[in-house]
């Protein structure tokens, strides 16, 4: 009996390991997204996770809502400085999330300044015509 139940939390500790690793690991998809930085913030009452909102066009149904992990400060740091500005993310996607990982299944791994096509600057050649 004793060797049953040794046997079984063993299974279910290796069954837990593996789904784990194939939570975190896993990347289900990789991608860019760009548009307005409306929302980053440091939230949560037990267990703080960073997380944040894209606008990409007028309406309410194109907003990319994403997490960072607290590993990855620089892209933190970044987040806060660009706040109201138009940036270009670079995301991975996971089968799923822990709650001390973030609330959303994309991970922003990298972010950038962008320019806005809503507010695009004439060329040269286009001011002369």
Known sequence: MRRIVSTLLFLILIGGGIYFAFIYYATFSEGVR?????????????????????????????????????????????????????????????????????????YITKVELEDSPHLKRKTATESKN
């Open 34 to 106: 760009s548009g307005e930085l409306i929302k980053f913030s440091h939230k949560g009452v037990i267990v703080k996770t960073w997380e944040g909102e894209i606008s990409q066009g007028i309406s309410g149904a194109q907003i990319f809502s994403f997490s960072v992990e607290d590993k990855n400060q620089e892209v933190v740091e970044r987040m806060i400085d660009y706040q109201g500005k138009y940036v270009k993310v670079t995301y991975k996607e996971r089968f799923g999330t822990f709650f001390w990982l973030g609330d959303t299944k994309y």
